[in-house]
């Protein structure tokens, strides 16, 4: 039986995409499990002027897709408030206090705030220093948590910590990437933990090279604005892939608390190998999707708010490597790109030949499947053993994916709620990752790419193949 919480839930956005198609359908499921119960309460919060009733009727309608229990959702809804609000505007800032403060009374809340940034990241500075001025904090615990993107260069992500740190501390500050909440990323540290034996294996007398593929099926669909602004880069190599590769790559920490996962992973991305801009052209490649083969799908350049000539990279893959112990010598080559020709989030790990020392066979690769099949396989002299659980969801017409994610919400908030930080990123690997980002987004600015460079439905440019070629290996998945 699940422990009951307490906490005043405060969504800025409360009216948008994010919150409606994941936030409340994690919430619920929540709910639903005895975790929130009677000591809770949501404030959502936009500039629209919408009433409680009408704000409770959208939170029972993004539920409607997977849940037919009415009562249930009513009961739920019934711990929903709306507060009309503009981010800029002190005195609404008090009125969210008082209403609040009710809520809190009403609740029995403990006092315990979590303060929800589910809106645009340009307002994410502001909202936290009113927070602070305007008294929001309370007594209780107060979190903050954080979407992505978390500032598109090292500057601006330092400009943006440094807006926050003035209102709550490092250990107050939640930075989700949620992929750190998918089940099987979550499953990695026990999966080494319990078997030893792999664990051991798991370094650069062993492993010719590890390859972690975050690849998507559609294309931008209509978030070509916001994409226009990022590119697969920032996007996806950044955090979720740069959070993965912490995962995977990372010493076995002593014992498995936050601050122990943290050091450990903090340690591995300070050992990121340094990239000078003229290697970034022999380790990186960029693409773009065009038409498919039949010319039925529109290439990125045609896609809405996206510019005609836009060099905006839809597909972006690497070589990155370490300088420790543990790796020096590993390439992992990562990859992730729009178009590609089905949804596919999964590490291969390429064993050499030396376990055969072990009594492993050579050339073992190990896969784990992160989405939309959860599980792993291990492939041995070509033959397949696999224990992977097929994900028989159906998927929205949208790029982000439905069920999991939500999943990874429910998970991730959780966490949130227990103030357990070892699945949130903390600013110190956000700044060795961004330092890392910025040398190839620099060198890329600066040369002008030819695209498009890739039909849809294909698994990138040519040069992500040759990428691999040129060290003697091969993209497992292709
Ligand atoms: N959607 C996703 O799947 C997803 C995934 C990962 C990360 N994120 C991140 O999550 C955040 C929200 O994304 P979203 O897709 O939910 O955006 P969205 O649908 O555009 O929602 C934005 C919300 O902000 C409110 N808002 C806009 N201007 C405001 C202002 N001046 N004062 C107060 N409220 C204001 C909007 O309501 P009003 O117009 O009524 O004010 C709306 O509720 C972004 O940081 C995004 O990068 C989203």
Redesign the pocket.
Known sequence: MATEKSAVFII????????H??LYPALYRLFKAGMLKDHFAVIG????PWSNEYFRQTVITSLEDFDDDKRMMENFAMHFYYQS????DSDHYIALKQLASKLDDRFDTEHNRVYY?????R?FGTVAAHIKSEGLKTDGYNRLVI???FGRDLNSACDLNDALSKAFTEEEIYRID?YLGKKMVQEIPNLRKKNPKFDEILNNKYVSNIQVTLGESLGVEDRGG?YETAGALRDMVQNHIMQILGVVAMDEPDVMDAKSIHDIKEKLFASLKDLTPDEVSKKFVRGQYDTDEMGKLNPYRKEDKVEEDSNIETFAAGKIEFDNERWSNVPFYVRSGKRMPKKSSRIDIVFNEKVADLGIRANTIVTLFIEPDEGSSILINGIDYREVKQNLIKYPEDP?IFDNAREAYESLIIDILAGDKANFTLWEELKSTWKYIDVIRKQWDEESPKFPNYLSNTMGPDTADTLLEKDGNSWIWN
């Open positions: 800025f956005g409360g009216s948008g995409d994010l919150a198609r994941k919060t936009a500039r629209r609000h503009d981010v800029n940034m589910a809106i645009a990241p307002f979407e992505k993107p949620h916001y982000e």
